[in-house]
């Protein structure tokens, strides 16, 4: 479950981190009572990204044009969600800005610090900028510190930072997290640091556990009924839709990427699901490959599913274990796979198929994978692969088009 910015700057105030003055608005004309000086930021309160970039957030100097911007940023329907809530905050001039992270990793098991000297970077993809320390053993400074040491910071930054790591592992363990994201932590002229955007996700298991947290998702819950989930994973690591095309991926970057191109090339996207996250089914820790095996098993039970794309970027865990997965589904028997649904549901449905494969690998740590993959090609023609996304898109929509998949 994630939270909403204004909810998230609220823990971090609690917890020493800093943040700007602001205030909740209900409505364009709370902003009659506003009691922080202008100018002003004004942010839509919405779960979905790229904020900016829709025109959810406004810079204002006054309260008629704060007004104004407010009644347009609530009609203003983000990924399909519309704000309930805006959040006013005070404008900060930023001289630096840096990315900082807890997360859990689930390959791993444990948590780990991530920093980067430049903003506006995905964890799930992070390339060679992002630093990290993995917290092998009972927190302590220094784990923080040795982050600060790899990102390159001295001095009173160094320590600033390192402290604001502290706090923000904190609040993970407090409150059971399996993510909390500073984006960006601004620095001013002076040295003076501050959460300009934060981001933090609850873990699904641990909801009920925090009687606080357990109101705000049943509050969440009420305002959001029209959005389906289907129970596997969270927000954002899984969408049930009801086209043809299931979706795989390794980050909510692929699989979101992979969806609109699909959309955009005049196919219908089915269930897409990221596998960089444990299933909240799993009652233990599973693997990354765990997790892909689960995936297919899931879209190839689906009836309505008649091709897999698959959209793997950059790097993932047992890496080399991938393409015996999928070689093993490939020679999967549909009976076989039928007898592990009426098992699960125990009611009968019609035969299960193979939807046909089509395997997307973007990076060098695959080209072992991808010569593994190419052989098995030659034996089966249920099995595309190749390194380009918009390739792979056309592919899959092609096949989905041909007669023998229509229905």
């Given at each position: 479950?994630?939270?909403?910015?204004?909810?998230v700057k609220?823990?971090?105030?609690?917890?020493?981190?800093?943040?700007?003055?602001?205030?909740?608005?209900?409505?364009?004309?709370?902003l009659?009572?506003?009691k922080?000086?202008?100018?002003?930021?004004?942010?839509?309160?919405?779960?979905?990204?790229?904020?900016?970039?829709?025109?959810?957030?406004?810079?204002?100097?006054?309260?008629?044009?704060?007004?104004?911007?407010?009644?347009?940023?609530?009609n203003?329907p983000?990924?399909?969600?519309?704000?309930?809530?805006?959040?006013?905050?005070?404008?900060?001039?930023?001289?630096?800005?840096?990315?900082?992270?807890?997360?859990?990793?689930t390959?791993?098991?444990?948590?780990?610090?991530?920093g980067?000297?430049?903003?506006?970077?995905?964890?799930?993809?992070?390339?060679?900028?992002?630093?990290?320390?993995?917290?092998?053993?009972?927190?302590?400074?220094?784990?923080?510190?040795?982050?600060?040491?790899?990102?390159?910071?001295?001095?009173?930054?160094m320590?600033?930072?390192?402290?604001?790591?502290e706090?923000m592992?904190?609040?993970?363990?407090?409150?059971?997290?399996?993510?909390?994201?500073?984006?960006?932590?601004?620095?001013?002229?002076?040295?003076?640091?501050?959460?300009?955007?934060?981001?933090?996700?609850?873990?699904?298991?641990?909801?009920n556990?925090?009687?606080?947290?357990?109101?705000?998702?049943?509050?969440?819950?009420?305002?959001?009924?029209?959005?389906?989930?289907?129970?596997i994973?969270?927000?954002?690591?899984?969408?049930?839709?009801?086209?043809k095309?299931?979706?795989?991926?390794?980050?909510?970057?692929?699989?979101?990427?992979?969806?609109?191109?699909?959309?955009?090339?005049?196919?219908?996207?089915?269930?897409?699901?990221?596998?960089?996250?444990?299933?909240?089914?799993?009652?233990?820790?599973?693997?990354?490959?765990?997790?892909l095996?689960?995936?297919?098993?899931?879209?190839?039970?689906?009836?309505?599913?008649?091709?897999?794309l698959?959209?793997f970027?950059?790097?993932?865990?047992?890496?080399?274990?991938?393409?015996?997965?999928?070689?093993?589904?490939?020679?999967?028997?549909?009976?076989?796979?039928?007898?592990?649904?009426?098992?699960?549901?125990?009611?009968?449905?019609?035969?299960?198929?193979?939807?046909?494969?089509?395997?997307?690998?973007?990076?060098?740590?695959?080209?072992?994978?991808?010569?593994?993959?190419?052989?098995?090609?030659?034996?089966?023609?249920?099995?595309?692969?190749?390194?380009?996304?918009?390739?792979?898109?056309?592919?899959?929509?092609?096949?989905?088009?041909?007669?023998?998949?229509?229905?």
């Open positions: 479950m994630d939270l909403l910015e204004y909810q609220e823990w971090f105030g609690k917890m020493g981190i800093p943040v700007l003055p602001s205030q909740r608005i209900d409505h364009p004309t709370d009659k009572r506003l922080i000086r202008y100018p002003i930021v004004l942010k839509s309160q919405v779960h979905a990204d790229e904020r900016v970039k829709a025109g959810g957030v406004r810079i204002v100097e006054t309260t008629i044009d704060a007004i104004a911007a407010a009644q347009n940023i609530f203003l983000i990924w399909g969600e519309l704000p309930e809530v805006l959040l006013a905050e005070s404008k900060y001039d930023a001289k630096e800005e840096f990315y900082l992270a807890v997360v859990l990793d390959a791993l098991c444990r948590p780990v610090l991530l980067c000297k430049e903003p506006d970077i995905d964890w799930e993809s992070p390339g060679d900028k992002m630093q990290y320390v993995v917290v092998e053993q009972e927190f302590s400074p220094f784990y923080a510190r040795r982050l600060g040491l790899k990102m390159g910071l001295q001095g009173s930054l320590q600033s930072i390192s402290d604001i790591v706090k592992y904190q609040l993970f363990v407090q409150k059971d997290l399996d993510l909390v994201e500073i984006n960006p932590l601004a620095v001013s002229a002076s040295g003076q640091v501050m959460a300009l955007n934060g981001k933090v996700r609850v873990n699904q298991r641990a909801i556990r925090h009687p606080e947290i357990a109101q705000m998702a049943a509050k969440m819950l009420s305002r959001n009924t029209r959005n389906k989930n289907n129970g994973l969270g927000d954002w690591d899984s969408l049930e839709m009801h086209g095309i299931g979706i795989l991926g390794n980050g909510t970057g692929s699989v979101l990427t992979t969806l609109d191109a699909v959309a955009n090339a005049g196919g219908k996207p089915g269930i897409s699901l990221n596998l960089r996250h444990s299933f909240l089914t799993d009652t233990s820790p599973t693997t990354f490959c765990d997790r095996e689960t995936g297919l098993k899931i879209l190839a039970a689906d009836k309505t599913i008649q091709v897999i698959i959209n970027l950059g790097t993932i865990p047992q890496v080399s274990q991938m393409p015996e997965i999928i070689a093993k589904f490939l020679q999967l028997d549909p009976r076989e796979l039928q007898s592990q649904v009426l098992s699960a549901n125990g009611s009968k449905s019609k035969p299960l198929h193979i939807p046909r494969l089509v395997v997307r690998l973007g990076g060098s740590d695959f080209n072992s994978a991808r010569t593994y993959l190419a052989a098995l090609k030659t034996q089966s023609d249920t099995l595309i692969l190749v390194e380009n996304l918009d390739e792979a898109v056309s592919q899959a929509v092609r096949l989905v088009k041909l007669p023998a998949y229509r229905k």
